[in-house]
């Protein structure tokens, strides 16, 4: 029996250690736990008195509001004499002239009858497209067609458009773009355009 009684004691003692165990081990962790919380906080609270002010490296960019020796120079910039309508001699105001504009000829190819044609146009945002097809070099046109001006992709262009031609053959293909007063002209490089 004496085997027993000593087998029965060892696990009693083995079920008293794993409940203390039990017990000890979480109020170990909270103990640890609430010592660091602690720490870290009176550390960042020194750490913010302690850190010296933060000096912006030069050439740095400044968001602060424009100063008003700022919007001064602006101002006087705007009143210049190129950003007003010139007066005229006789004391009427004349329009200034129009700001250039370019248009080249993206694309120009043919395909049984038709020929798809589109360009991109820069420095106008509006006004009106039109491709000219002749038989010819710098013979008389035969056909035109003609279209607004569209945006698309964050830029402007006389948009793709397929044109029937009358006859096959070799055709030209030309471009004028007319906005506010100015007009911009293009020949397509790979001219003729074969039917």
Request: glycine share 6%.
């Amino acid at each position: 029996m004496a085997t027993k009684k000593y087998s029965s004691s060892k696990s009693n003692k083995s079920k008293a250690y794993k409940k203390a165990a039990l017990i000890l081990v979480p109020l170990v962790v909270v103990g640890l736990s609430i010592a660091l919380l602690a720490h870290q906080s009176s550390t960042s609270k020194t750490a913010k008195t302690t850190q010296p002010k933060q000096v912006s490296p030069a050439g740095s960019i400044d968001y602060s509001p424009a100063k008003p020796s700022d919007n001064a120079a602006n101002e006087a910039r705007k009143s210049q004499p190129g950003a007003q309508p010139k007066e005229a001699s006789d004391g009427t105001n004349t329009q200034a002239a129009p700001t250039p504009f370019s248009a080249t000829i993206s694309r120009a190819n043919g395909q049984g009858q038709n020929i798809t044609v589109a360009a991109i146009v820069n420095g106008a945002s509006s006004g009106t497209c039109t491709f000219n097809f002749s038989q010819s070099a710098n013979g008389a046109i035969v056909k035109r067609y003609s279209e607004p001006v569209s945006a698309a992709n964050q830029s402007y262009s006389c948009s793709q458009a397929t044109v029937a031609m009358p006859s096959g053959g070799d055709w030209y293909v030309s471009l004028s773009v007319a906005s506010s007063g100015s007009e911009a002209n293009n020949q397509w490089a790979a001219n003729p355009v074969k039917l």
